[in-house]
């Protein structure tokens, strides 16, 4: 119980931290959307939050407008640097994370945390298998267990079944491993894509 007192408590102090750098961003970032291809700025889309519940998580659009959304065989996005469906200034958000921003306003709100399991999209709900529900005991967050240590490096299977140990496993220390490496993570560009680019 502590911890989670803990955990939301420092949600919100991120949030307090994190809305002035959020607003600085959306400005200089909606001005170079706009630029590019004058599209909405921000993408939602419905994931699975915390008791399989639906919630609808933000981001800054790095894709054309109207972009159709492509799988991969296992079911996950499809993501490589040289898809044609992103955009020059949404290939820069991404590989700087900063895609991922608008997310504060889901932690706000507590349908999100900063950290915990990457929200799942809304219709793999019935894929899940019985070893990897467990992952949605907690609020899914900006940065987790797989995006820090993997990132896009690995099958949905294994991120599910190591999301799934994170939500059994949770900590404060845990936890501050985790954003401290995530810093590393994106700073080093590691495991960006989950396609590889074409030859």
């Avoid at 921003?101 to 999100?112: A, R, S």
Wanted: hydrophobic content about 40%; aromatic content about 12%.
């Amino acid at each position: 119980m502590m911890y989670k007192i803990i955990k939301r408590l420092f949600d919100l102090l991120c949030c307090g931290v994190g809305f002035p750098i959020f607003l600085i961003l959306l400005v200089i970032v909606a001005i170079a959307i706009k630029l590019e291809d004058k599209g909405t700025i921000f993408y939602k889309s419905e994931r699975i939050g915390q008791y399989c519940r639906k919630f609808y998580m933000y981001k800054f659009r790095s894709m054309k407008a109207g972009a159709k959304n492509i799988l991969n065989s296992d079911g996950s996005t499809y993501n490589a640097k040289d898809d044609p469906r992103v955009t020059r200034v949404g290939l820069f958000l991404r590989e700087t994370s900063i895609d991922e921003i608008p997310q504060i306003i889901n932690v706000f709100k507590g349908e999100m945390s900063a950290v915990g399991p990457r929200a799942s999209a809304w219709e793999a709900l019935s894929s899940y298998r019985e070893d990897e529900i467990s992952k949605m005991k907690v609020r899914p967050g900006i940065t987790g267990y797989t995006q820090a240590y993997h990132r896009n490096s690995l099958t949905v299977r294994e991120k599910r079944l190591k999301d799934a140990w994170y939500a059994q496993n949770a900590s404060l220390w845990l936890d501050v491993k985790i954003l401290f490496k995530t810093v590393r993570t994106v700073f080093a560009h590691e495991n960006v894509y989950s396609n590889q680019e074409a030859n």
